[in-house]
């Protein structure tokens, strides 16, 4: 990239913590720009200009409970509604849920019935109070898809119960809808590089805070914890387990290197399907800087990031993406 002013191609990138002001409250927001070595002056792209601007949304939108364009989106494909029927369905305009998926910010009272149809079980009990303007097949084809969604969420009810807290957007999953099996197919991306866990945790976390640094978003949805051996997946036992029940790994104690190293071995493809092209990215992006740097190097690395130094000796030590991930230094 060059300079807009004097098109030298000396140029740094610089981060500056500043408050943006959005309907009278004041947003801690991370803005990004660059500065010409040459002619000292400092220009920024629209992706840096638009990350500032979601950083702003995505608290508001924390602060008073109101949905994320991308949950709404997920809640309406579960069903396999189009916009429009989702709108006839909860008796807004008939263009509204299309806009609200495109970020329109809704008002309070669509905002509750919003939040309430992210559960199954509240979703059928409005469609079986609207039955009479439905017509038989339809109720019967709505309803059938409420009854598998909700067999489908039981299936992984210990991991919804033990992330319970981050099941929707927030600034600890990276305002994104955790992706169990988006994390599962993660672990299949690096595994011929990080083979054994505590490798792996690091891919991992650059991973997920690379891609918030860059779009405001994580990848998976899942929050991370400072522990001893630095910044890993909170619960990740648990999720390992899962994983290996689910089919995607399998894993072990290697004793060859020393009775704590759990070695994971994929047992499924790596599905591109469910990344889009920045998180591929992302992830490529830590595959390049750390596939050839040893374990213990990469995880001294990690020890100097403030995400860990700033939360490690914490009672919570969960890491606020919003807060860390502007502030890494190792990638």
């Not at 002619?39 to 840096?48: A, H, L, M, N, V």
């Not at 950083?55 to 949905?67: F, L, S, T």
């Not at 109720?139 to 119960?161: F, P």
């Not at 990080?194 to 779009?215: C, E, G, I, P």
Request: aromatic share 16%; net charge positive; proline share 3%.
């Amino acid at each position: 990239m060059n300079c807009p002013i004097c098109n030298n191609d000396t140029i740094e990138l610089k981060t500056e913590i500043v408050n943006r002001e959005f309907r009278k409250e004041k947003f801690k927001v991370f803005e990004q720009y660059y500065i010409c070595k040459k002619c000292k002056k400092d220009f920024t792209t629209p992706g840096q200009d638009d990350l500032a601007i979601t950083q702003v949304y995505n608290q508001y939108r924390e602060k008073y409970n109101i949905p994320f364009p991308e949950e709404l989106k997920s809640i309406r494909d579960s069903y396999n509604l189009s916009a429009t029927k989702m709108s006839e369905i909860l008796g807004f305009g008939i263009n509204q849920f299309r806009n609200y998926e495109a970020g329109e910010l809704p008002n309070k009272s669509n905002s509750k019935i919003l939040n309430m149809i992210k559960y199954p079980n509240h979703f059928k009990t409005l469609i079986e109070q609207s039955k009479k303007q439905f017509s038989t097949k339809f109720y019967d084809k709505i309803v059938n898809k409420i009854n598998e969604n909700l067999k489908e969420a039981k299936s992984d009810s210990i991991l919804r119960q033990l992330f319970s807290n981050y099941l929707t957007p927030n600034q600890f999953n990276g305002y994104k809808i955790p992706s169990f099996k988006k994390f599962f197919n993660m672990i299949l991306f690096f595994n011929e590089n990080a083979f054994y866990q505590v490798r792996l945790n690091k891919f991992l976390f650059y991973s997920d805070f690379l891609n918030f640094k860059k779009t405001g978003k994580s990848i998976s949805g899942l929050p991370y914890v400072a522990l001893k051996m630095g910044p890993v997946p909170d619960r990740y036992k648990a999720l390992m387990d899962f994983a290996e029940k689910e089919g995607y790994i399998e894993y072990y104690y290697d004793n060859s290197i020393n009775s704590n190293s759990e070695k994971i071995n994929k047992r499924k493809i790596f599905d591109n399907s469910l990344f889009n092209d920045y998180e591929i990215e992302s992830m490529n992006t830590v595959l390049k800087n750390f596939r050839y740097k040893k374990t213990e190097e990469i995880w001294k690395l990690s020890h100097q990031e403030k995400a860990w130094t700033e939360n490690e000796k914490t009672d919570n030590k969960i890491i606020s993406y919003l807060d860390y991930a502007f502030q890494l230094t190792s990638i």
